[in-house]
Nanobody, 122 residues
């Protein structure tokens, strides 16, 4: 079992940047695929990005491709989501998820953080 905690959310102007962190504890970090999802008010939870156990493979939603970057640091047991060129439509609660299978489906992830709010507004 792994426990994950997100941090780094906040209020940012359109065009700005934020970096989210997801700190993992419990079982060996390298055993888990890490992913980010987001959920805006009144909308379903949607996939943002995922990264393989070794960090060699990444996948992005079309809506964030070229603007967001997912990474992981095994020495720190932490995954990151660097978000650049933020848009108002990126406003959502961002969730970190972990599991053994590489997937863009939220149903495939067993371990979730509490979420961190990202608001993009002028």
């Amino acid at each position: 079992q792994v426990h994950v905690v997100e941090s780094g959310g906040g209020l940012v102007r359109p065009g700005g940047s934020l970096r989210l962190s997801c700190a993992a504890s419990g079982r060996t970090f390298s055993l888990y695929v890490m992913a980010w999802f987001r959920q805006a008010p009144g909308k379903e939870r949607e996939f943002v990005a995922s990264i393989s156990r070794e960090g060699w493979v990444t996948t992005y939603a079309d809506s964030v491709k070229g603007r967001f970057a997912i990474s992981r640091d095994s020495a720190k047991n932490t995954a990151y989501l660097q978000m650049n060129s933020l848009k108002p439509e990126d406003t959502a609660v961002y969730y970190c998820a972990a599991d053994g299978s590489y997937s863009s489906r939220w149903e495939s992830y067993a371990y979730w953080g509490q979420g961190t709010q990202v608001t993009v507004s002028s």
